[in-house]
């Protein structure tokens, strides 16, 4: 079946412009996250969604990041007023509820700052 | 935070040796996964790995989940120029959130030369 999709691949965009990113999680998963990736580094985790609801958003760096998900599926992160070090690789994945714990990534989103 | 040492860092290898990679942490954890990632891509799952002592294959890896229940090795065999990637190591830790927040190691970068 169809993998995480994610939306744009690459955007480029202007110091103080907001952008939208969008991920399709696998049909039937529940939880939805979404984490950075910067340059050469690991993964910063930044909110996980359980159905439409966000019951941790701990790491989101500002209040200029935002998220939410519609439908128990589709999910939308912000970045409001982008400044050149929100410029990374933004990573969705999703799994299924219950105590199994694999997540399955998306290609992921490269965004740059400028 | 939790955190997961992986190591090591960076491996230059020639086509047809052996890898072995690993992770440890301070405290237990109750689920091991083994993710690799190609340039431009996301993360693609390898192995999952639940119970103490597991061994599990695919193909010519091979990974455990440590007897301690705080660490786990990937090993991969007879590598060929198609395994470069970086690999890393998640997990989740035995008493952490209640679904499926996963910690990350910082990934081992792995050249193959042909």
């Known amino acids: 079946g169809a993998g995480v999709s994610q939306s744009p691949s690459n955007k480029v965009t202007e110091k103080g412009k907001d952008v939208e990113l969008r991920c399709d999680p696998i049909?039937?998963?529940?939880?939805l996250y979404w984490y950075r990736q910067s340059l050469g580094q690991g993964l910063e985790f930044l909110i996980y969604?359980?159905?439409?609801?966000?019951?941790?958003k701990s790491g989101l760096p500002s209040d200029r990041f935002s998220a939410e998900r519609t439908g128990g599926s589709v999910s939308t992160l912000t970045i409001q007023r982008t400044q050149q070090e929100d410029s990374a690789v933004y990573l969705c994945?999703?799994?299924?509820?219950?105590?199994?714990?694999?997540?399955?990534f998306g290609p992921g989103t490269r965004l740059t700052v400028t | 935070g939790q955190q997961l040492n992986q190591s090591p860092q960076s491996m230059f290898i020639q086509e047809g040796e052996d890898v072995s990679m690993n992770c440890t942490s301070s405290s237990i954890f109750n689920t091991w996964l083994w993710y690799k990632q190609e340039p431009g891509e996301g993360p693609v799952l390898l192995i999952a790995l639940y119970k103490a002592g597991e061994l599990t294959s695919n193909g010519r890896l091979t990974a455990q989940f440590g007897i301690t229940r705080k660490d786990s090795f990937l090993n991969i065999s007879a590598s060929i120029p198609s395994d470069v990637g970086i690999y890393f190591c998640?997990?989740?830790?035995?008493?952490?959130?209640?679904?499926?927040?996963?910690?990350f190691g910082q990934g081992t970068i792995l050249t193959v030369h042909p």
């Open positions: 998640a997990g989740h830790p035995a008493g952490g959130t209640s679904y499926g927040k996963l910690t």
């Open positions: 049909s039937g998963h529940t939880a």
């Open positions: 994945a999703s799994s299924f509820s219950g105590g199994r714990y694999e997540q399955y």
């Open positions: 969604f359980q159905g439409n609801s966000a019951p941790d």
